[in-house]
């Protein structure tokens, strides 16, 4: 715990003035979970979990914040009256943190704050308002590849597909475990996605090889990544709370290693990152804590990017206070989907 420790903010740690280098965004989204609730109190808590992780990461040899500025921003407040309008304004919301002079880091939420997100990423100065240059890593114990759950387009579990139709050029997954034939045949048949399913990266006995090659391909990746990590990616047992937790996942090493090697990409870079699916565990709080955890991971390897001249600041500093842009996207798309329906 830092010296000076500031109540709700990621890690207690003091900020500096108007200065911005990482941004630690709340999206406290819940609709469609499917299995159980609470992603809604999930950023708040992962916020409260943070006090107790250590603020020193080995890879990155010091103390957070290394020099940096973090900003908490006080959350989303989840305005909205349909799905359509919740989307739109997520994705203005985001908009102007994309501006290209810091990295956003977002908490969420379901895993339904991707697409918004995608949407908003595209005007990042190294995506230049074209998504085909956008690399999306996955961590997830679902693919997220359905077409729709009961009859909602827009659910968590569309997550990945609605990302690809907005028009990312590679989608890699890693960790996925619960999918459907449809989802499989998705994954055989569509170029852009490569997955490294859990039954080969943790099979106990050709697991150790199929994870190297998982590391090898994120460490080749080109161009900007944004990288999304549902914490239901991780195993089971140390995530107990996520709305649908799943045995047979990622180790928390796993984990940091990915996010290690993404980082360490020499040819991509990471413009954000989401940590998804938190809920607060009431008996213990083991899965806010290990939200909070790979949250940190993710801090201390984008400043060891910077430090290492992996990424640059490409726009001046904009500080603290950013307004809205108006986005109608999501609300032009559903109409346009379901007059289809209908006709
Ligand atoms: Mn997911």
């Known amino acids: ?39 809604a109190g999930g950023p708040a808590s992962c916020i409260t979990a943070s006090a107790q992780v250590e603020l020193f990461d080995a890879s990155l040899g010091e103390d957070l914040p290394a020099g940096a500025a973090l900003f908490t921003a006080p959350e989303w407040d989840a305005e909205g009256n349909s799905l359509a309008e919740q989307l739109d304004n997520m994705s203005g919301y985001l908009r102007p943190w994309y501006a290209g002079d810091c990295f956003p880091l977002i908490l969420g939420g379901e895993h339904g704050i991707l697409p918004p997100l995608v ?25 997220d590849l359905r077409e729709q759950l009961d009859g909602e387009p827009y659910s968590h ?41 859990a039954h080969d990266t943790q099979s106990p006995s050709h697991g150790e090889a199929a994870w190297l090659s998982c590391l090898d391909a994120l ?18 047992s140390i995530v107990p709370a996520t709305g649908t937790p799943v ?47 790979v949250a940190a991971k993710v801090i201390a390897m984008q400043l060891k990017a910077r430090k290492e001249g992996r990424w640059q600041a490409m726009a001046a500093q904009a500080g603290k206070q950013r307004l809205a842009e108006p986005c109608d996207y999501f609300r032009t798309q559903i109409k346009t989907e379901i007059q289809k329906e209908t006709v």
């Not at 459907?180 to 048949?189: F, H, N, V």
Request: proline letters at 4%.
């Open 1 to 39: 715990m830092s010296e000076e420790y500031v109540q709700g903010n990621f890690l207690g740690l003091p900020e500096k003035g108007g200065q911005v280098d990482v941004a630690i965004l709340q999206l406290p989204y819940e609709l469609t979970t499917s299995y159980r609730q609470g992603t």
């Open 119 to 143: 949407y908003a990423a595209q005007h990042h100065p190294l995506v230049g308002e074209n998504l085909e240059r956008l690399t999306v890593v996955q961590i997830d114990a679902h693919a």
């Open 157 to 197: 579990a569309c997550a990945a597909s609605r990302s690809l139709d907005l028009g990312i050029g590679q989608l890699v997954q890693i960790g996925i475990r619960a999918y459907s034939k449809q989802e499989a045949e998705y994954i055989e048949k569509d170029q852009r996605v490569t997955t490294f399913f």
């Open 219 to 236: 460490r080749n990746l080109t161009g900007p990544v944004h990288l999304t990590i549902d914490i239901d990616g991780l195993d089971g």
């Open 247 to 293: 045995p047979g996942g990622l180790s928390f090493w796993r984990a940091a290693e990915t996010i290690e090697a993404v980082f360490s990409a020499p040819n991509a870079t990471v413009i954000s990152a989401d940590v998804n699916e938190i809920v607060a565990q009431e008996d213990t709080p083991l899965t806010q804590f290990t939200a909070a955890m």
